[in-house]
Nanobody, 121 residues
């Protein structure tokens, strides 16, 4: 089992920045991919970014490429999502997840409780 706890959400104005953190505990993360997804009101859960825990290779959705950066701290079992140049359309609940990797929520078995990000214009 993997337990995930997100933090760092909040309210910012457009153009601002936030850094989300996801603290992982439980079994080793070696071999897992860690990802961030988001879900806006009335919409499905959508992929934001993923990182290989072992290699550090990353992938970002085109909607956030160049603005968001996923990273990891192996020593502290923590994954981060640095979000810059935030837009109102980035408003959503952001979820941290762990799984086999990919762009679909079904490929991730473990999920955090989510953290709200609200961007005002």
């Amino acid at each position: 089992q993997v337990q995930l706890v997100e933090s760092g959400g909040g309210s910012v104005q457009a153009g601002g920045s936030l850094r989300l953190s996801c603290a992982a505990s439980g079994r080793t993360l070696s071999g897992y991919y860690m990802a961030w997804f988001r879900q806006a009101p009335g919409k499905g859960r959508e992929f934001v970014a993923t990182i290989s825990w072992s290699s550090g290779a990353t992938w970002h959705d085109d909607a956030v490429k160049g603005r968001f950066t996923i990273s990891r701290d192996n020593a502290n079992n923590t994954v981060y999502l640095q979000m810059n140049s935030l837009k109102p359309e980035d408003t959503a609940v952001y979820y941290c997840s762990a799984g086999v990797g990919g762009w679909y929520a079904s490929e991730y078995a473990y999920w955090g409780q989510g953290t709200q990000v609200t961007v005002s214009s």
